[in-house]
Nanobody, 124 residues
Framework: QVPLVESGGGSVQAGGSLRLSCAIFGSTVGRGCLAWFRQAPGKEREGVALLYPSGDTRYDDSVKGRFTISHDNAKRTLYLQMNSLKREDAAMYYC??????????????????WGQGTQVTVSS
């Protein structure tokens, strides 16, 4: 599996913005399905944003209009731009990858490659 390394987490005020990065190391053949998940203490890890091999995207309803997932092919980096952050967005954020084109189900078990996570804290 291709190693993934998240960065960009931190503490921000509600209403602020933050951009997370996920460096993708290893083979450049086929980026597969790239995604961002998050997990708050005591809660399940949930899919937040998904980038299909086609370039199409999918977002959880809770972040639609506020978060944007993108990929820089040259830098081999996945991004999650988070705007208008809310306290409920606070969580450990993970990037994930599934090789191929079968990106669903958009669940933890369907994504075999993970980063170690980057913490996002939102204060008021």
């Amino acid at each position: 599996q291709v190693p993934l390394v998240e960065s960009g987490g931190g503490s921000v005020q509600a209403g602020g913005s933050l951009r997370l990065s996920c460096a993708i190391f290893g083979s450049t053949v086929g980026r597969g399905c790239l995604a961002w998940f998050r997990q708050a203490p005591g809660k399940e890890r949930e899919g937040v944003a998904l980038l299909y091999p086609s370039g199409d995207t999918r977002y959880d309803d809770s972040v639609k209009g506020r978060f944007t997932i993108s990929h820089d092919n040259a830098k081999r980096t996945l991004y999650l731009q988070m705007n208008s952050l809310k306290r409920e967005d606070a969580a450990m954020y993970y990037c994930a990858r599934r090789l191929g084109v079968d990106c669903h189900p958009f669940t933890r078990t369907n994504y075999p490659t993970w980063g170690q996570g980057t913490q996002v804290t939102v204060s008021s």
